[in-house]
């Protein structure tokens, strides 16, 4: 029998929206597979209202709320993780794949000596051929391939689908909430937080954004500030490609493609984006794609729901405008 364990990632608090998904997720693998259980894990304090009513949401959520689990420590981290998995009988893992996960999936692979498979899509051929099998995008995306796993016991970090623009609907079921007893003992002495920096206070993050504005060289340093206006006003988040960061116009932390995120928002706005192989492998499960380039031949239109042909700094300013009246009207 499959018994699937979640981990739910919080981040201030605040579940993250990939580990919701991923959650959705292993709730309509269940479903697929009779017999097949799921709980998740929820690490650090956080609400678990954001959990009420997602699809087939019956199962159990253990939440270890300890204030020492508020911040990630590798070592308390997977000595949680391992008690629970032991604690449900899992055989099954599942993550969203995250700078966090990167880290303490292969930590527990080694530990629980399971198979991992990391930036996977796992749909619903999961359980064909033996199970578990699961495909990732290789040669930066040029070829996807398919991977089994050869151990009972099997990790995944699992990446994004497209969200919505409307709100999910929701089935208005509940999980029941478990509270883990506090643990007698933590690893602090052995790997204490010397000093945690706040890297880009505020800043959306394009993994969990719904929508986001991307811009790549074409752009120009000073043409990020259209950027920032339109992502203000949609609610998204900026982005960026690889030449823009490396040259120092936005952190890393905005950088999408194959060095950087893969996102997965509704709505992905590519700005003077020249569409590379390394930057199109991360905005595959984008829902809907505009791309705005003066070159009509730019591969970035290949992969685009709309196409509009210009200068982004004449087409820009209109598209904002346009979007500030539209919004003022509803
Ligand atoms: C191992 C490896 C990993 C990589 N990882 C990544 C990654 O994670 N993310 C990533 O993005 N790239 C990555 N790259 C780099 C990638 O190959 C491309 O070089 C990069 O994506 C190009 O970025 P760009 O589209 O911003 O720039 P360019 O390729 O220079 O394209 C600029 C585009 O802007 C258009 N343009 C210029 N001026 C205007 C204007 N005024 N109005 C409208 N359009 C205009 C041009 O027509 C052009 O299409 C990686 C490369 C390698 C080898």
Known sequence: ????????????????????????????????????????????????????????????????????????????????????????????????????SRDLAPRLSVRLKASLLTGCAVDDAWGENGGGCCQRPVYSGAAIASFAPCRPLKIYTCTPRASRISSPITSGARASVVVLEPSSSTSEELFPLVRRMAMHEGVRDVAEARIIVAGGRGMGRAGFGLLEALARLLGGAVGASRPVVDEGWRPHAEQIGQTGKTVAPALYLACAISGAPQHLAAIGSAGIVVAINCDPHAPIFDVADYALVGDVHLLLPKLIEEFREFLKKR
């Open 1 to 100: 029998m499959n018994t699937f364990l979640v981990f739910l990632e919080q981040r201030e608090g605040v579940v993250k929206k990939s580990s919701i998904d991923t959650w959705n997720r292993a709730q309509e693998l269940a479903a697929l597979h009779p017999g097949a259980a799921v709980s998740a894990l929820l690490v650090g304090p956080a609400s678990t209202r954001q959990l009420d009513g997602c699809p087939g949401g019956n199962g159990v959520i253990y939440h270890a709320n300890e204030e020492a689990f508020r911040l990630y420590n590798p070592e308390h981290y997977t000595r949680l993780v391992v008690e629970t998995m032991k604690r449900v009988a899992a055989t099954t893992l599942f993550f969203a794949d995250t700078a966090l």
